[in-house]
């Protein structure tokens, strides 16, 4: 890792501005679809009325169309993004704290959701681990976050101060879970990238030979299926 972890107030200061600068803008394009395969995969799992924790909600959308699912509960570092998520979405319950140092309540949930979370947390290992405590024997973890083989090969701009950016593998994601969880699906989503290898695969010459033969869906699902989706999506389940 080697990243030196800004502190939590600065961590803090970093979220209120990001959410606060993008309240309007949620859910964009790519939030909705990663939204949309979340609730898939709930709906999939899910028993009647299931008990929903949302770690690190953001504004809180999602957490109001999981309250569509059963009782959820949201929570995000920023307190002014959960002061207006409560007057915004009053299906939903949220509360502001830190994760990390929160005391939720022990295998009470039957669902924890983890929506681009784990790679922006000082402390990865102990995240999972919060989230392995909150889930019933058997519970579900749906897990996003950003796919380090793509994102890798993306030019972004330097992360800017108080935003920390852990990105992890397929396979370092897979070690991370392994003691709590048996993971049951693992896919990607959202074909991007430009450079190295991905320059070639996402190309417009190669899609638009490819789009002769079957649709830019398909395309864009395979594309995902073999790992160049920008966001890993990830069902597991609480070892009993």
């Given at each position: ?45 899910s ?14 959308w ?32 949220f ?23 784990v ?35 993306i ?61 830019a ?24």
């Open positions: 890792m080697g990243q030196q972890s800004p502190s939590l107030t600065e961590q803090q200061g970093y979220w209120d501005r990001r959410w606060e600068e993008s309240r309007g803008q949620y859910p964009h394009q790519w939030a909705r679809r990663r939204g949309d395969a979340i609730l898939k995969l709930v709906r999939a799992v028993q009647s009325r299931p008990r929903i924790l949302d770690l690190g909600c953001g504004t809180g999602l957490t109001e169309e999981l309250a569509s699912l059963g009782e959820a509960v949201g929570i995000e570092l920023s307190e002014r993004t959960v002061e207006l998520a409560r007057l915004q979405y009053p299906r939903a319950t509360m502001a704290g830190d994760v990390l140092e929160m005391p939720l309540p022990v295998a009470s949930f039957d669902v924890v959701v983890s929506q681009e979370v790679a922006h947390v000082s402390d990865q290992v102990a995240y999972i681990d919060v989230a392995a405590r909150a889930l019933a024997p058997g519970g579900y973890l749906v897990l996003t976050t950003a796919n380090k083989f793509v994102n890798d090969r030019a972004w701009p330097p992360s800017p101060p108080g935003h920390i950016e852990r990105w992890l593998s397929a396979s370092g994601l897979a070690r991370l879970l392994r003691p709590h969880f048996k993971i049951l699906s693992s896919t990607t989503i959202e074909p991007l990238g430009h450079c190295g290898v991905l320059r070639a695969i996402n190309s417009h010459k190669l899609s638009r030979l490819i789009t002769r033969v079957v649709d869906e398909t395309l864009s699902m395979w594309k995902g299926r073999a790992g160049f989706g920008w966001t890993r999506i990830v069902l597991a389940r609480k070892r009993v």
